[in-house]
């Protein structure tokens, strides 16, 4: 007799409320965030928030330069998910490594990589942060300690990890910020990586980016646990759950997990709960979710919290907020404007830079 727990599940797609509780508001702001305020300032905070605007302009202009057929391939937006990735990186330092999926482009902008050279790869062009080579799915950063986007599921969680040996091999206090998500927890290369990276307790931060949705699958149709963080437990490694859509929140739990992961090594599983406010790709028109999920998570949209808590302690006014949103705008245009004017690769670049000596 097939025993309860086995039973098949239901057929019908969950819908899928935001789980984060209140949106950030100084009315209900815990002590604990209260004090990362303070600790972060009104000139960090503010530059915070335009990382995040900069990345929803650049990634509206992406959609809108694709439907023209400037760009072409693939194309992940990361609209919605802007907190997690400016607030995980911003508690980092300079020297720390980063790798991440193919939905690279948030990653990439948090870490102060230009638009311009952005957009421009995104056009293929040789001015690109690849070259042109690697167009949406690849963007790598030597100054930046950025290893990568990579189009394989899963394919970045050994190089991540591979980065978190360096540091442990040469005794220095970097950690590796491994990003990947919810339809990557399966794959087995995370096991192997987690095993190892306990094993050898590397400084390595494996964060799962839960959007809800692996492709068009609900995360709960493909993981027989729903609660992401119990895969660590197979490997007595540290797991926490962190809001994905709080800029405070992701900023301040990144902050405790790296300043003790300096002082002791040990790698920990960071489930944090996001929402993409688009499809897949662009190609997917996300009709598996229902319009009342859509407009439940825009209610907790990561920009607007961030920007009424500014206007709430008097840190960007009105009339500041949309002076920033026309400046961000126009760095956009200047990223698209600097695309259309740059060269293409020249043929004999196909054989350039693809091993080094």
């Known amino acids: 007799m097939t025993p309860a727990s086995a039973a098949p599940r239901k057929n019908a797609i969950p819908i899928h409320p935001p789980e984060q509780g209140v949106p950030l508001s100084l009315a209900n702001l815990s002590r604990r ?26 990634e509206q202009r992406c959609e809108q330069m694709y439907q023209q057929r400037k760009i072409a391939g693939f194309l992940h937006l990361y609209m919605g998910q802007e907190a997690l990735a400016v607030g995980m990186l911003g508690a980092c330092r300079a020297d720390d490594y980063a790798v991440t999926s193919y939905r690279d482009h948030g990653i990439a902008l948090s870490l102060g990589i230009p638009a311009k ?33 990579h189009g394989i599921v899963g394919g970045q969680i050994p ?10 091999y040469l005794g220095t206090d970097q950690v590796s910020m491994i990003f990947f998500g919810d339809g990557a927890i399966n794959q087995g290369v995370f096991h192997e990586a987690a ?5 050898w307790r590397l400084p390595a931060i494996f964060i799962v980016e839960n959007n809800r949705y692996g492709m068009g699958t609900a995360f709960e149709r493909a993981s027989s646990v729903h609660d992401l963080t119990q895969k660590a437990q197979g490997y007595a490694m540290e797991a926490r759950q962190v809001d994905g859509m709080n800029l405070l929140e992701c900023y301040a739990a990144l902050r405790e997990v790296v300043e003790v992961r300096r002082r002791n090594p040990s790698p920990i599983l960071i489930e944090a709960k996001t929402y993409r406010y688009r499809g897949h790709s662009i190609s997917d028109p996300a009709t598996y979710r229902s319009k009342e999920e859509v407009e439940a998570y825009q209610r907790v949209d990561p920009l607007q919290q961030v920007r009424r808590l500014l206007g709430e302690l008097g840190w960007l006014g009105d009339g500041a907020a949309q002076q920033l949103e026309r400046d961000v705008r126009q760095e956009v245009l200047d990223a698209v404007a600097f695309a259309e004017e740059s060269p293409f690769p020249e043929p004999e670049e196909r054989s350039r830079h693809v091993y080094a000596p």
């Open 33 to 58: 965030l209260r004090a990362t305020v303070e600790e972060l300032g009104r000139e960090r905070l503010t530059g915070m928030y335009r990382q995040m605007v900069l990345i929803r302009a650049f």
């Open 117 to 149: 050279a952005l957009m421009a790869e995104l056009f293929g062009k040789v001015t690109g942060v690849s070259r042109g080579k690697g167009g949406s799915m690849h963007f790598y950063s030597k100054e930046k300690n950025l290893l990568g986007g």
């Open 159 to 168: 190089i991540g990890l591979g980065a978190a040996f360096r540091a442990h």
């Open 195 to 199: 095993n190892m990276a306990s094993l």
